[in-house]
């Protein structure tokens, strides 16, 4: 008798994106959370982020194991960073705050969704729809 085949481990490929968690990330107030100068290049600051974020898409945060799908939410001047395969920039042409609040509704009940943040009234907006929230610090290893 033969035994009953048994299922073979999950890889990445095969994992379907809505079991991927989204980790969307408000890049001008992550950016603003380190003072090195960035307001005199936003969106050179901006871009370092995505940058940094790039390792974060596989690895995951501590608390939030990888693989995550990435958002980083850019505005204003920095409204222009462009997309790298492991992080999406998503642009807002207005208010970023609003832009992440669209993202996660859009997402959440779908998908686990954190957001990247220390604007307290972003926090209760998102929280609000189910989101979880990380502050900043939860990127300060990059």
Known sequence: MDDPPRPSAVSDSEIHPAQIPLLVVDAANVVGSRPDGWWRDRKGANERLRDRL?????????????????????????????????????????????RIVEVVAHHVGQREVFVVTADRELRGRVTDLGARVVGPSALSHL
């Open 54 to 98: 790039g390792s974060v898409a596989a690895a995951g945060l501590p608390g939030i194991p990888g693989p995550l799908e990435v958002n980083l939410v850019v505005e204003g001047q920095a409204r222009d960073v462009r997309s790298i395969t492991t992080v999406t920039a998503v642009a807002s042409p207005h208010s970023g705050d609003d």
